[in-house]
């Protein structure tokens, strides 16, 4: 029902259908109004919710992060790769020592190796 018909029912003088049609109308605008704060309602509720579990998500995995591998699997990689970089200092101490001791350079081991190379092979000939 609309207004028209509610004005003309007034001036027909049909005082039943004009109590009808006006609570049909005022009970047609309540529901649509209650739809849309239904609508309304739901999207900030379910649009916090999901902002919320974001953040909560975002928290976990920073905590998860910081205290390191979890599965057995991730722990041993990580295991490996800590042997594997500590090996690797190691490593180029020794060389960073052994360059010292021997006070020249790589390309002077380098030169000596190969003197040392050509000499045993003009001793041979």
């Known amino acids: 029902m609309d207004a028209k018909t509610i004005i003309d029912s007034v001036a027909s003088g049909k005082a039943l259908e004009v109590k009808e049609s006006l609570n049909s109308l005022l009970s047609a605008r309540a529901f649509d109004a209650l739809d849309a704060k239904k609508i309304e309602l739901a ?3 379910f649009s916090t919710k999901d902002q919320i579990q974001n953040e909560n998500i975002h928290v976990l995995s ?16 990580q295991a490996r790769a ?5 090996e690797a200092e190691e490593a180029k ?6 360059k010292k001791k021997s006070g020249g ?3 002077q081991q380098n030169s000596a190796a190969k003197r040392t190379a050509l000499h045993f092979r003009e001793e041979k000939s």
């Not at 800590?82 to 500590?86: E, L, R, V």
């Open 93 to 98: 101490k020794k060389a960073e020592e052994a």
């Open 82 to 86: 800590d042997y594997a970089k500590k």
């Open 105 to 107: 350079s790589s390309t």
């Open 43 to 45: 999207q900030a509720l």
């Open 62 to 77: 920073r905590l998860l992060r910081a205290a390191g591998p979890t599965s057995p699997e991730e722990r041993d990689r």
